[in-house]
């Protein structure tokens, strides 16, 4: 399964961006899809996951300001940014897991200037 994830640059504080994944290859049955960031320094951390059934959680540091949304049919998960802000700058990355295997994208960089 290869996940290639697009979407981040640069953006002002109070801006949005719309992150896609979309998940392609050998794909079984995928049972969910996340993002999650990291910032220079510090780990890996969940942004935002949602199940096939379209159960959803977040980061209290997101909730309210960012939403997760999942394609089933185009293995596709969307991450809408709003309201942005200098502490949202990470490489975000998505997962997808797939009969139990977990697989990664590359990052895409997200840069919200201040």
Not at 57 to 68: C, M, Q
């Amino acid at each position: 399964v290869q996940l290639q994830a697009s979407g981040g640059g640069l953006v002002q504080a109070g801006g949005s961006l719309r992150l896609s994944c979309p998940a392609s290859g050998n794909i079984f049955s995928i049972s969910a899809m996340g993002w999650y960031r990291q910032a220079p320094g510090k780990p890996r951390d969940l942004v935002a996951r949602i199940t096939s059934s379209d159960f959803a959680d977040y980061a209290d540091s997101v909730k309210g300001r960012f939403t997760i949304s999942l394609d089933s049919a185009k293995n596709t998960v969307y991450l809408q940014m709003n309201s942005l802000q200098p502490e949202d700058t990470a490489v975000y990355y998505c997962n997808a897991v797939d009969w139990g295997e977990v697989y990664w994208g590359q990052g895409t960089l997200v840069t919200v200037s201040s």
